[in-house]
């Protein structure tokens, strides 16, 4: 039984709150450093006084898109961070048999912990359920296994969130404009992430009765179906005052078809927290304005868990002398007012 002042190994404090419930600090109530300091994976790592030897597997998806990569890079550097930490880390595949294989290749390795990203949540679950009766705890990275009994805790975005305070935003820069018109810029269609993202927009919208949604366009996470979707999108709405992308890889896309068309006659909110929206945002000489996070940093935050999984520890500032069995990160909205305080966080 591990003892009573192991609970104080992780700090869930106001940085997890500005940072989309980051997981950082130290073993002590006092902040390790200034209050200003940018959110992130550069912030100190959580229990930096180093405990017992753990090794973690890690198994995410490939790398095909900005915020995976990123999600890769923060897991890496976050274990880095430790000296009492081994990374086992696989190649990373979309082909959920391959990642089945590779997840059963690390439980063969005996890893004191297991942290995945399924490409397929429901596809995994077997291996998530071998893993746990093996007595190998998981951390179920973002995309979510079908039964709890496969993870030990889950971590990650909020899709409904993301899309509720993006039309909370933009409600509130159009609430006092009578017959405000706005579009929308989805993600693929067929997945649940996107139906909950139009959802939570859907819903905030209901509280602006001066607003109407006139259009929503599905496009597919890429660069070139974000162009191809919003040039569709500006030539059938001649008029319209906010628009809301729900991935800021496909906005780049998307910005190229608007600078194309001329138009500046509307705001724009994208989703996720790419750097180079956070770029466009701090210059401040576009149309977009703000980007609603969906944080790569849940990765590091995922380390930090598999880590106080692996020496018996909980989250100091909370009673329990364990960690919780799921952590939602709260999908903030960066504009010029804060940005400064995210840069960091920006994926590439």
């Given amino acids: 039984m591990p003892e009573i002042t192991s609970r104080r190994g992780l700090l869930f404090g106001a940085a997890a709150v500005s940072a989309g419930a980051l997981i950082t600090g130290c073993t002590s109530n006092e902040p ?30 490939q790398a095909d898109h900005g915020w995976l990569n990123a999600i890769n890079d923060n897991a890496k550097s976050r274990a880095e961070k430790y000296s009492d930490v081994t990374l086992e880390i696989t190649e990373g595949s979309n082909d959920t048999a391959q990642q089945i294989g590779q997840i059963e290749t690390l439980i063969n390795k005996k890893v004191d912990v297991l942290v995945v990203l399924p490409a397929d949540g429901k596809a995994l679950t ?12 998981v951390v179920n990275l973002d995309r979510v296994f079908n039964t709890p009994q496969a993870y030990r805790c889950w971590i990650g975005g909020d899709n409904y969130g993301m899309g509720l305070n993006a039309g909370h935003y933009i409600g509130e ?5 009578s017959g405000a018109r706005v579009i ?18 859907d819903d905030a919208l209901k509280n602006y009765p001066n607003i109407k949604k006139v259009a929503r366009q599905a496009a597919e996470f890429t660069v070139e179906s974000g162009q191809a979707k919003m040039a569709q999108l500006l030539q059938a709405q001649s008029k319209f005052d906010a628009l809301w992308n729900h991935d800021d890889d496909q ?12 138009r500046d006659d509307f705001l724009m909110v994208g989703g996720a927290g790419a750097l180079s929206a956070f770029q466009a945002i701090k210059q401040d000489d576009g149309v977009l304005k703000a980007t609603v996070l969906y944080p790569p940093t849940m990765a590091a935050s995922a380390i930090d868990l598999a880590r106080a999984l692996g020496q018996s520890k909980g989250i100091g500032g909370l009673a329990e002398f364990e960690i919780p069995s799921s952590l939602t990160l709260y999908s903030a909205v960066v504009d010029k007012t804060n940005i400064d305080q995210y840069m960091s966080t920006g994926f590439k």
């Fill in 173 to 177: 820069k159009l609430k006092g404009k």
């Fill in 251 to 262: 906005g780049v896309g998307a910005l190229r078809a608007i600078e194309q068309a001329g």
């Fill in 32 to 61: 390790s450093g200034s209050k200003d300091a940018p959110a992130g994976n550069d912030q100190p790592a959580a229990d930096d006084k180093p405990g017992k030897q753990v090794t973690i597997g890690f198994a995410g998806p």
């Fill in 126 to 137: 077997q291996v998530g359920l071998k893993a746990m009766r093996a007595g190998i705890p």
């Fill in 184 to 201: 929308e810029l989805a993600g693929l269609d067929n997945l649940e992430l996107t139906k909950q993202r139009t959802q939570g927009f």
